[in-house]
């Protein structure tokens, strides 16, 4: 033994002896015999300068200080164990690096994982959150999911979802009751907006029936935000109305947290893509996660259609 450093199979001797309370089956255990696991506890207590058990009537007791160390020891030993197992397991699976908008990824995407790994037990997925493009020529990136107009230039890909809707939502208690709010309640809110969104107010307001645009005034300064995790907490916290991609807030939606404040809603005028190397088509680990996405997609589609069903407000109304 090193000093200072005792050595593994000492302590695994230790361990599984002060867990038995007997040096027999702590053997069988480590699959040695009883006189090994004598003589490495022996060494050990020697090398310590420390007693850690005390034979009472043929019994193995632990001294206070034996008992105090197996509980510490204990704990690193599983952790190595721990360790070691996430090394064997990495060492059998496959890393798919996936570049993904924040938003996307903390709404959306991580929050059904759990299904993906419940079914995929070969692959795992490093995410790592990118809101500007992402080129496979520079980067490392095995795929990427973005929102986008139109596909990112030199990137092949499908689109995920293409008709996604913008919400005029808020927190329920700047409704006081209401079921929704009026323009005129509106205008006198403070309006939320997002960096990728910049003109999305604008648009919804043009989108109304001529009549009722003309109405509406804002009368305070917009909030701003870089991103749209920023813009829904800002909603969520009661700062204002905002406009926001359905596909970003169902649980917002879901929980209550967010209320649709309004009936009319716009088209979201930027597409979801999945894009990925084309040479990296065929590959079996991208291709299970392509396939999974797209059931998940599926999945969210219909939930979107329960809620749509649910929430009473109709859409792209003049009322």
Request: glycine share 4%; aromatic share 8%; charged share 20%.
């Amino acid at each position: 033994m090193r000093l200072g450093v005792p050595s593994l199979s000492a302590l695994q001797a230790f361990e599984a002896s002060a867990r038995h309370q007997n040096f027999a089956q702590a053997a069988l255990e480590l699959a040695l015999t009883h006189g090994a696991v004598c003589k490495r506890v022996g060494e050990l207590e020697k090398h310590l300068g420390v007693a850690l058990f005390e034979r009472v009537k043929q019994r193995l007791v632990l001294t206070p200080a034996g008992a105090e160390y197996a509980k510490r020891i204990r704990v690193h030993l599983d952790q190595i164990r721990r360790d070691t197992l996430d090394v064997v397991q990495q060492g059998r699976e496959t890393a798919l690096e996936i570049a993904v908008g924040v938003t996307f990824a903390a709404q959306w995407l991580i929050p059904r994982l759990d299904d993906f790994y419940a079914n995929t037990r070969d692959v795992r997925l490093h995410i790592l959150g990118r809101d500007q493009p992402v080129f496979f020529d520079d980067c490392a990136f095995d795929a990427t999911i973005y929102f986008s107009p139109r596909l990112w230039p030199g990137m092949p890909g499908n689109a995920l979802i293409t008709d996604d809707s913008l919400l005029l939502v808020a927190a329920p208690r700047l409704l006081d009751g209401r079921s929704s709010l009026s323009l005129e309640d509106i205008a006198a809110a403070s309006w939320i907006c997002a960096r990728d969104l910049p003109r999305v107010w604008d648009d919804w307001l043009a989108s109304l029936c001529p009549p009722q645009a003309a109405e509406v005034r804002p009368q305070r300064s917009a909030q701003r935000y870089d991103m749209f995790i920023m813009a829904i907490n800002a909603a969520v916290a009661g700062l204002g109305v905002a406009l926001l991609p359905r596909v970003l807030i169902e649980r917002e939606l879901a929980s209550g947290a967010l209320v649709q404040a309004h009936a009319h809603t716009l088209a979201n005028p930027q597409t979801i893509y999945f894009s990925h190397p084309a040479q990296r088509s065929d590959w079996a680990p991208l291709r299970q996660f392509d396939a999974w996405l797209r059931r998940a997609v599926a999945s969210y589609r219909a939930s979107r259609v329960a809620y749509a069903d649910n929430s009473g407000l109709s859409r792209n109304t003049c009322s």
